[in-house]
């Protein structure tokens, strides 16, 4: 089978520092890393690739350097590795990349499945995975955390939710993006490293494709961030107080009610 | 109390009677001191009482040095100020002037984000700090727990992973001044206080001289040593204080020296097939000609480090039923011995270049290339740092959990080393000692500088009583192989009876002749170094 991970260059820190003049983030001295999401799925290729066999494309769309990071995705056991690298793919929301990505995959082509990370830790959209699905016209399922079984061109697997997991089925090709419990990546080996270096990565520009320029870059950028904030989780918690007696009567009360019933 | 530093020794304060090494002590009274005037102030009435003084900073050591024995306790982990910086423009080095108390993981943090409490510093340090902000310095000096106090540290000379390149706490230590036990105060500056041969002579700031002759007794011919006091001809007497376990003076104030960060960092654990071939990659590692048609490895590590196969199975087996542990890397079945190195350098290329050769070796020694992880970033180096760490975790809540069935069990580990030419010897010496005894045991450590932590888990006190025993015999062992019976952390209380194997009563006594000329009532950390002889009038 074929397998198409998609993989974002980040800064590589945990801290980020803001510039208080311009509100942006201050990437001096900060080298970047394979967005930590997309380290899961090239191992969940892998893994795939390991058990039943696969070759595994890694691709990405971004500045030149970013061949470092793909060649760091070969060291990890991916086959070949595809960029795309253009002034004109410059400046793309979530819309603009997922197009472009399209591009890349229907130039590595005849693809089973496409592996995403679940969002990338500097913009945390989370939206490329499901957009690209659908500028494809294939399936997705987001938030897979377990892979149960591949089998006559049907993914059989499971996708965590708020309230727990969903166990779910779809024929292939398609889309997936995973969560980090799906499994533990690996780091690369030294025989690794000594392949990757040796390795070509192919080079896609825009003149390489037939693509509309304005489906593109800033172009093609339909998205305007009027404000950003971290979406708020209500949990309502209640400290019990009271004798003894009270106490055992107000937590079976807690335990009785609808909100905890509805959840078992 | 007279001083009104010194509070009454009570129940709340019962953690103050224990470290590390589980061991618990007695105490009268204790007092938190903020300053050296309150050091003075709390010394002198000792002093004029004979009370003993028992020394301690975070409490973090494993031979129960800071465990008081009678007497008064001095607390110094509230004497946590950076005092200031020093900027050498010659050498073009960086030194940090730091109260005892200053935890390791503090100082990390200072450096990291270049940001001090400036409270009370001169224009000189101010401007020594512009000047440091405008590179990246780090202090070397990494013992695995971070939160020991630098006095701590001082006081046991204490190591870490990267001692292997950058040496071990008095190789960083450019001053330091100590008070004496009758209040005094000492004041060394590395390079101003040299013995002539044997002979020395220190003036204290109250302008008594104090001279003497260090004893004739010779160090072991190790990398790593903190048995017993420093001792060598024409020796710098700050090396005295530097590794005495809190016997002379209780240290008010250090100077540490920092170094440039280098650009890259990496670390590489390797998984070798046997811990033949493992130890042959050490060798080969730490610059050794191995084999006749190669030359020695150029890739100068900074750390090289070892995991024997019981401590992979260990992790193996915890990965599998501790969540706690899930995060970390898979061991594969096929993985039997592992080294882990760290390579700091200028540039990735030029550790690339090393790692290739490295490549080499491994296959040349019937290992695999591929049977390594190669942590080339800060985000996964951090991740084999997590390795590491997880060993000595594992034990320890291994052992926390024998405790709750039988309180008396405490870990059983080493700490010695010995030269390079026994490393084979030493490793078969402990293989054969963990079998005989059928101990539940794993070793890792510092295996570049031969020193090894062996880790007994006793599964109950008959098991216990054996380790013990083991231990001892090997303290004999370790001293006839020319080596050290406490590497990094200290001799304390617990290692006294195995200094009594690598030392003659004689040359011991040499020693305390020696502690009594900074401490002639013997005041300071009773029952640590020497066995406690009652003296008359101190109570």
């Not at chain 2, 009570?10 to 009677?17: A, F, I, K, Q, S």
């Not at chain 2, 020093?86 to 935890?103: A, S, T």
């Amino acid at each position: 089978m074929k397998i198409i991970v998609c993989i974002k260059q980040v800064p590589g820190t945990n801290e980020v520092k803001l510039d208080p003049a311009t509100n942006t983030i201050i990437r001096d001295n900060i080298a970047s890393i394979i967005n930590p999401f997309d380290t899961y799925a090239i191992e969940e290729a892998v893994r795939i690739k390991e058990k039943m066999g696969a070759e595994i494309y890694g691709l990405s769309m971004g500045i030149p350097s970013s061949q470092e990071m793909l060649r760091e995705a070969i060291s990890l056991k991916v086959d070949k590795a595809m960029l795309l690298t253009d002034r004109k793919f410059a400046g793309a929301d979530t819309l603009a990349t997922s197009y472009a990505l399209s591009l890349g995959i229907q130039k590595i082509g005849d693809y089973d499945l496409i592996i995403c990370g679940k969002q990338a830790i500097d913009g945390d959209t989370a939206q490329v995975g499901p957009s690209l699905a659908k500028t494809l016209g294939i399936a997705y399922i987001t938030d897979v955390s377990k892979i149960i079984e591949i089998k006559d061109n049907i993914m059989h697997c499971l996708k965590i939710t708020d309230d727990g997991y969903e166990e779910l089925k779809v024929k292939l090709p398609a889309l997936i993006s995973v969560v980090k419990e799906i499994n533990m990546p690996r780091l690369p080996s030294i025989k690794g490293m000594k392949h990757a270096r040796q390795a070509k990565i192919e080079i896609v520009t825009f003149a390489d494709t037939d693509a509309n320029e304005n489906k593109l870059g800033l172009k093609g950028s339909p998205t305007k961030v009027r404000k950003t904030f971290v979406p708020t989780h209500e949990i309502n918690s209640e400290i019990i107080e009271g004798t003894t007696e009270e106490k055992v009567n107000r937590l079976a009360e807690v335990l009785n009610s609808k909100a905890i019933r509805k959840g078992m | 109390m007279d001083n009104k530093i010194k509070i009454r020794f009570t129940e709340e304060y019962g953690e103050y009677l224990r470290d590390e090494s589980r061991q618990v002590g007695f105490a009268d009274s204790i007092s938190f001191v903020k300053s050296e005037e309150e050091i003075i102030s709390v010394l002198k009435e000792n002093y004029a009482n004979k009370i003993p003084t028992t020394i301690q900073g975070a409490r973090t050591g494993l031979a129960a040095s800071s465990v008081p024995f009678g007497g008064h306790v001095i607390n110094l982990s509230r004497m946590n100020k950076v005092n200031g910086i020093r900027y050498d423009e010659v050498n073009d080095k960086f030194y940090i002037k730091l109260q005892p108390g200053v935890l390791l993981v503090e100082i990390r943090k200072y450096l990291a984000n270049k940001s001090f409490i400036t409270d009370g510093w001169n224009d000189s340090s101010k401007n020594a700090l512009y000047h440091m902000k405008k590179g990246e310095w780090f202090y070397s000096t990494d013992p695995t727990e971070i939160s020991a106090t630098i006095g701590g540290m001082v006081a046991c000379n204490a190591s870490g992973a990267k001692s292997f390149r950058y040496g071990s706490t008095r190789d960083h230590i450019q001053s330091i001044r100590a008070v004496l036990s009758d209040g005094d105060v000492i004041s060394l500056r590395r390079g101003e206080v040299i013995s002539d041969g044997r002979l020395f002579s220190v003036t204290t700031e109250g302008g008594r001289i104090i001279s003497g002759r260090l004893p004739k007794y010779e160090m072991p011919n190790v990398k790593k040593n903190t048995s017993g006091y420093f001792n060598k001809l024409n020796m710098d007497i700050i090396d005295l204080f530097i590794g005495s376990d809190g016997t002379l003076g209780v240290i008010s104030e250090i100077e540490i020296e920092l170094n440039k960060k280098q650009k890259s960092n990496w670390g590489i654990t390797i998984f070798m097939p046997d811990e033949d071939k493992a130890l042959d990659l050490v060798r080969a590692l730490r610059g050794e000609k191995i084999f006749c048609d190669r030359n020695a490895i150029n890739l100068n590590p900074s750390a090289i480090e070892f995991f024997s196969h019981n401590a992979l199975d260990m992790l193996r087996e915890q990965q599998r039923v501790n969540p706690a542990f899930a995060t970390i890397q898979e061991i594969k079945e096929n993985y039997h011995t592992a080294i882990y190195i760290e390579i700091e350098d200028d540039s990735d290329d030029k550790i690339w270049a090393g790692v290739e050769e490295l490549g080499e070796i491994i296959v040349k020694l019937g290992g695999d290339e591929d049977a390594t992880w190669v942590a080339n970033n800060p985000t996964n180096l951090e991740k084999l740092h997590s390795f590491r760490h997880a060993c000595p975790e594992c034990v320890n809540m291994q052992i926390d959990l024998i405790r709750k069935s039988d309180s008396r069990i405490t870990k059983l580990g080493t700490d010695m080393s010995v030269p390079d030419n026994k490393l084979k010897d030493v490793m078969k010496m402990y293989n054969d000692g963990i079998l005989e005894n059928n101990l539940n045991a794993v070793i890792f450590g510092h295996i570049g500088n031969n020193h090894l932590h062996v880790n007994t888990i006793p599964r109950d006190m008959d098991e216990y009583n054996r380790g013990k025993e083991l231990y001892s015999s090997w303290a004999e062992k370790i001293v006839s192989m020319g080596g050290a019976v406490s590497a990094e952390h200290g001799v304390g209380k617990l290692k006294v009876p195995f200094l009594q194997k690598m030392f003659t009563k004689d040359k011991i006594d040499d020693m305390r002749k020696l502690k009594k000329l900074f401490d002639p009532d013997q005041l300071f950390n009773r029952a640590t170094i020497f066995p406690y002889v009652e003296s008359k009038g101190v109570k």
